[in-house]
C-alpha cells in the first residue's frame, strides 16, 4: 500500500530563516508528488507538484521541492519564511494506477517574528 | 462563483436527523471527491465520481451516501451519524483521474459536529 510520511508534525521558525519541510514516500514506481498548504477555516491549495521532466520544481510564494527518487523523498523548502507561511502543508501522492491521492498527516509551520 | 464551492460552511446535527453537504465545482472538471478530515489523521477519501467510474472507500460506513446527478455538483447525505463523524468534510475536483497526475482542487470544506 502507498504511504506518505511527514518528519515533523510541528515545525517552529524564525521569520526570515529557511523552511525545511519533510516528506518521503512508500512506492516501488515514482509516484506523482505534491504539496498543498492549508489555511485555517479553508480548504487544501496546490503549492507544487512534480510529474515527469526536471526533479527540482518550484511553486507558489516562493516554495520549492526536489524530488529525489534514490531517497524516496519529496522535501518542501523556502529560503526565507514570512509570517503568512503560517499553515498546515500536506504531501501527497498519485499512482499511475487507480483514481486516488495519498495524503500525509501534516506539517504545521508556525513563524516566530 | 470560481473555484469549487460548498454548502453549508458549518453544520451541528443531531445523531438523528438528516442532512446534506453539497459542493458544486466551476472549472469544467470530470472527476469529484468526497474527503474526511480529522485532526492527526491524513485525509480520507471517501467517495470519487469520474466519468469512468464511482470508486467507494469500503470502510466508509453506509450513514453516508454520495449522490452526483452531474459532472458539476456533488452531495453527500448524512443520517443518523455519530459524534466521530465530527469533521471537516472537504470536496474536490479534476479535470482527470489522478493517475494521469491530475490535481486535485479543494473546496474550502464544511465543519461538522455531531451532537
Known amino acids: 500500500a502507498q504511504s506518505v510520511t511527514q518528519l515533523g508534525s510541528h515545525v517552529s521558525v524564525s521569520e526570515g530563516a529557511l523552511v525545511l519541510l519533510r516528506c518521503n514516500y512508500s512506492?516501488?514506481?515514482?509516484?506523482?508528488l505534491f504539496w498543498y498548504v492549508q489555511y485555517p477555516n479553508q480548504g487544501l491549495q496546490l503549492l507544487l507538484k512534480y510529474t515527469t521532466g526536471a526533479t527540482l520544481v518550484k511553486g507558489i510564494n516562493g516554495f520549492e521541492a526536489e524530488f529525489k527518487k534514490s531517497e524516496t523523498s519529496f522535501h518542501l523548502t523556502k529560503p526565507s519564511a514570512h509570517m503568512s507561511d503560517a499553515a498546515e502543508y500536506f504531501c501527497?501522492?498519485?499512482?499511475?494506477?487507480?483514481?486516488?491521492?495519498?495524503f500525509g498527516t501534516g506539517t504545521s509551520l508556525t513563524v516566530i517574528p | 462563483e470560481t473555484g469549487v464551492t460548498q454548502t453549508p460552511r458549518h453544520l451541528v446535527m443531531g445523531m438523528t436527523n438528516k442532512k446534506s453537504l453539497k459542493c458544486e465545482q466551476h472549472?469544467?472538471?470530470?472527476?469529484m471527491y468526497w474527503y474526511k478530515q480529522s485532526a492527526k489523521k491524513p485525509l480520507e477519501l471517501m467517495f470519487v465520481y469520474s466519468l469512468e467510474e464511482r470508486v467507494e472507500n469500503n470502510s466508509v460506513p453506509s450513514r453516508f451516501s454520495p449522490e452526483c446527478p452531474n459532472s458539476s455538483h456533488l452531495f453527500l447525505h448524512l443520517h443518523t451519524l455519530q459524534p466521530e463523524d465530527s469533521a471537516l468534510y472537504l470536496c474536490?475536483?479534476?479535470?482527470?483521474?489522478?493517475?494521469?497526475?491530475?490535481?486535485?482542487?479543494f473546496g474550502p470544506g464544511t465543519r461538522l459536529l455531531v451532537l
Open positions: 512506492s516501488s514506481v515514482p509516484p506523482y
Open positions: 472549472l469544467g472538471h470530470n472527476a
Open positions: 474536490a475536483s479534476s479535470q482527470g483521474a489522478t493517475r494521469f497526475g491530475e490535481t486535485q482542487y
Open positions: 501527497a501522492v498519485s499512482r499511475e494506477t487507480g483514481n486516488q491521492f495519498y
